[in-house]
């Protein structure tokens, strides 16, 4: 009320001016009673998301396992064998399925409900794990059944990986943090994939094989579990009308047609194809160039997976999507001059120091591929996408497996890794040329999607 009774009218300035400072106070105790998350709490910070928690605990606990069950059956095949060429067999029998089955998964990842797809993959390869634990155990297990057990498998992970990418968005209500959970997802893994070994030939030399087959198989139970017991919409896949070939069809029109989207998959591609033979010949480096034996390779082979586990850390610890354009190329470069140097280099510590930079290089630069896709991506097209993005990345690893054992025995380990390093650094560079229009072309998308206001930022 006025001083004479009557109302007060304030002008439009007034109120401009109360509300800023009504917003002002507003923000400032938003600020003092939810400041962002520091330290650890922002590294973990998608740990908040109930669902996603449930996922990463189960997946922390069967990724062990898994890893557990891969280093058995490498050295109960070689054991019994002696034949490089029937390892090598059973690892290619194991992934080979993904190049033909990896797209076809990616459309029905899109038709169908990605939740109940990975119940039944998880499931299925439970029994995978527990039929090798019991031919194993029951002296029944021959390399023809492993050779069949591990299509099986992979024929499984075909549909299990490309629905497990497009399902993490799911499982976050703050789309900020789905970087952060894709990050998250590659330490997980990486962390199982130090432990997972180790543990393997510890158990392996007392109780042998079977058991690491049997403990993988119990394994799958946690992550079971986790999927039953999270909360997610009866609806996340759409029975879509048209035809499967035709949807198909438009998910390679929708990835390819899209630069930014097609940049990121060659790029990761090229970068699969040439660049990661160097586990395959890691091997040849340990025993004939630095002349150690099996614990030269364990410690190359630890390098690599804790540059990479380094890397998940540091992608977590990261605030934003922005940038992470940038930081392909820059990782990809890294990875490039790691493996290059590693090639060259005939002292143990240097082999050791750059096996960790590369390491760090390729999980920064396949992580912030993952995440800037699953950003701009449409989500009825998701699991299409991610199927490729998985082709790109793990379809990839059987051709340059072999590339690299053909290139090294014609010229040479030494040379081979030399050229492959040479390339990822060429192509680092062009990446980098490229990424200003491709930059233009994600921006709009970061603008609709909240991630940028409308002042230049960089992708």
Known sequence: MGGNGKPYRRNAGEVESIQKGGLFILNMESNRLGEAPKGWRLIFRALGHRNYRLFFGGQGISLIGTWMQQTAMGWLVYHRTNSAFLLGLVGFSGQIPALFLMPLAGVLTDRWNRHRILVITQSLA?????????????????????ISLSLFLGMVNAFDMPAR????????????????????????????????????????????????????????????????????????????????????????????????????????????LVGMGYVTLMPVFAKDILHGGP?????????????????????????????????????????????LIFSLSRDFLVSFLTLGFA??????????????????????????V???????????????????????????????????????????????????????????????KGILNNMPEKT
Request: glycine share 12%; with cysteine; proline share 3%.
């Open 126 to 146: 439970m029994v995978q794990a527990l039929a090798l634990a019991f031919l194993d155990l029951a002296g029944l297990l021959t390399i023809g059944s492993i």
């Open 165 to 272: 990418q497009a399902f993490v968005p799911d499982l976050i209500e703050k789309k900020e943090d789905l970087g952060n959970a894709i990050a998250l997802n590659s330490f997980i893994f990486n962390g199982a994939r130090l432990l997972g070994p180790s543990m393997a030939g510890l158990l392996v030399s007392l109780l042998g094989e079977g058991l690491c087959f049997l403990l993988n198989g119990i394994s799958f139970l946690a992550v079971i579990a986790a999927l039953v017991a999270m909360n997610i919409p009866a609806v996340k896949g759409k029975a879509l009308a048209s035809p499967l070939r035709a949807q198909l069809k438009e998910g390679f029109t929708y990835a390819l047609g899209f630069p930014p989207i097609r940049s990121i998959l060659l790029f990761l591609s090229l970068i699969s």
């Open 295 to 339: 614990d030269t390779l364990g410690f190359l082979m630890a390098a690599s997976g804790l540059g990479a586990l380094m890397g998940a850390v540091f992608l977590a610890s990261r605030k934003s999507v922005r940038g992470l354009g940038r930081m392909i190329a820059l990782a990809s470069f890294i990875f490039g001059l790691g493996i």
């Open 359 to 384: 390491g760090f290089g390729m999980m920064v630069q396949m992580a912030s591929s993952n995440t800037i896709l699953q950003t701009i991506v449409d989500d009825d097209k998701r699991g299409r």
């Open 386 to 448: 991610m199927s490729l993005f998985t082709l790109a990345f793990m379809g990839m690893a059987p051709l340059g497996s072999l590339l690299a054992g053909s290139l090294a025995h014609w010229m040479g380990a030494t040379f081979t890794l030399l050229i492959a390093g040479v390339l990822c650094l060429g192509a680092s560079f062009s990446f980098l040329w490229r990424l200003p229009r491709l930059r233009a072309m994600i921006r709009p998308i970061y603008v609709q």
